[in-house]
């Protein structure tokens, strides 16, 4: 599995529930605004989707209360792309997005990984 850069307003999702469960987070709740509780209810859409110790270890790191969640697409298509093996045209029906906003992302993802001790 390849690695990727995880942008810092990725890195504390991440860093809660690891890049899998931040890729569902991200692609479920991205773009809207989310309740985050350590004392989280069954009826809570997060815990719907995230199950309760994942919502209770997002308070837990970003605190309890309202968070704008962010889409993070080229993150996203770093993910589909390089830790999941998706093709260009995969990653566009996946994030509803164009080939050269992909490929956009996807460029910019790839210099970001660049070793300098190479």
Not at 55 to 81: D, E, M
Not at 88 to 109: H, M
């Amino acid at each position: 599995m390849a690695e990727i850069r995880v942008p810092a307003h990725v890195q504390p999702y991440v860093t809660a529930i690891g890049i899998e469960r931040t890729y569902t987070f991200l692609r479920a709740f991205g773009g809207s605004y989310v309740y985050l509780s350590e004392n989280p209810q069954d009826r809570s859409s997060v815990v719907k989707v995230m199950g309760a110790s994942d919502t209770i270890a997002l308070a837990r790191q970003l605190g309890s209360g309202n968070f704008c969640i962010p889409t993070a697409k080229p993150f996203i298509a770093a993910y589909l792309k390089y830790m999941k093996g998706l093709s260009n045209n995969e990653i566009c029906r996946e994030l509803l997005a164009t080939p050269p906003t992909v490929r956009k992302w996807l460029s910019t993802s790839e210099s970001l990984q660049l070793d300098l001790f190479a």
